[in-house]
């Protein structure tokens, strides 16, 4: 059973599940008191959970300069010391924050900003390179992201990245980008059972990217959770874009599809995040789902998907199905 795969054009090799570390960065907060984090964590259990994820078969570790104002790269450079040649570090740039007062003050796609950035990133990361560079400027117009490129070529020979990226679920965008960025290696965009992008994942095709998965469980929806989160977790005062909870608990539209299709996606045995993860792997061999983990225990349940491959056909097939109806007849109501 494979349990890598590559990062596009770039060749770099990882293992097929990833982790997300934006939960490990702890608070980070806008000037209106908007929670950007996922509150409260322990920096100690964050270490296990990265060298749990590590010895499990996850390589690629998905971090930003701006999860907890930086605090994310600098607890994920802790503990990667010493194992730095067993990981695939991928980071962000494009949005400012302070590390002193965990707030977020805007963004800045400049390329004198993505030198700065970077130059912060490893002195937090520990490290002299970063494998995966990316914008996280989702909705950035294409014409100001390709003003990035010659900056980003410049580091790549520098040997300070070895590819890069944009966190974007804009298709157009992204074909724009690849097109004319010779070492663009991934796009990151929104994918889960619960909301595929069939558009992107032909864009990687044509241009031979990895498609790298953020929101892989619906941060926490597919992971089967109904308690309440605090009003420090991004969830619990969701903004526009995140769909999925309402209060700080999952929204009814959205827990109703999960009970729908979790009977298929467990059929075999695995747990719902497992089976959701399976999905991923089934649905194309460029996607790298990069699930948050703040535990152990939740490293230890995501890799365990690694074992048990991609969904089967027919549980694919199921869900597809059970989902097509779930769309006719949410078109039918107008939801």
């Known amino acids: 059973m494979t349990t890598t795969r590559t990062l596009g054009r770039s060749g770099i090799e990882v293992g ?37 994820a590590l010895d499990l078969g996850a390589t690629l570790f998905d971090t930003a300069s701006n999860y907890g104002a930086g ?4 607890i994920l450079g802790r503990a990667l010391a010493g194992r730095r040649d067993r990981a695939v570090i991928a980071t962000k740039f494009g949005n400012r924050s302070d590390e002193v007062t965990r707030r977020w003050t805007g963004t800045d796609h400049s390329p004198a900003y993505a030198v ?7 002195r937090r990361l520990g490290t002299d390179h970063v494998d995966l560079y990316q914008l996280h400027i989702n909705d950035l117009p294409a014409s100001a992201a390709l003003d990035l490129v010659d900056t980003l070529e410049g580091l790549v020979t520098q040997g300070k990245i070895r590819a890069y990226g944009w966190s974007t679920d804009n298709p157009e965008s992204a074909a724009a980008f690849a097109a004319a960025a010779p070492h663009c290696a991934a796009i990151q965009h929104d994918q889960s059972v619960l909301l595929d992008n069939a558009a992107m994942l032909a864009v990687c095709d044509t241009y031979d990217l990895a498609s790298v998965n953020r929101g892989p469980l619906a941060m926490g929806l597919l992971t089967g959770s ?27 539209r959205w827990a109703e599809r999960v ?8 059929a075999d045995g695995r747990t719902l995040a497992q089976g959701a993860l399976g999905w991923l792997l089934a649905r194309s061999p460029r996607t790298v789902p990069i699930p948050g983990c703040r ?27 059970l989902l097509s109806d779930l769309r006719q007849t949410s078109a039918e109501s107008g939801v």
């Not at 605090?71 to 600098?74: A, N, R, V």
């Not at 977790?233 to 929204?251: I, M």
């Not at 009970?259 to 467990?266: E, M, P, S, W």
């Open 71 to 74: 605090h994310s790269e600098g």
């Open 116 to 122: 700065e950035s970077l130059e912060q990133s490893l």
């Open 259 to 266: 009970a729908q299709v979790r009977a298929a996606l467990t």
């Open 226 to 252: 109904t308690r309440a989160v605090g009003t420090d977790d991004v969830r619990g005062r969701a903004p526009e874009w995140l769909v999925w909870f309402t209060d700080g608990r999952p929204s009814p």
């Open 295 to 321: 535990t152990v225990a939740q490293a230890e349940e995501n890799l365990g998907a690694l074992a048990l491959g991609p969904l089967p056909a027919d549980a694919v097939a199921e869900v597809e199905r």
């Open 16 to 52: 097929a599940i990833g982790m997300g570390c934006w939960a490990i960065g702890g608070p980070l907060w806008g000037d209106d008191g908007q929670p950007f984090g996922w509150g409260e964590v322990d920096d100690d259990e964050s270490v296990r959970t990265v060298h749990a």
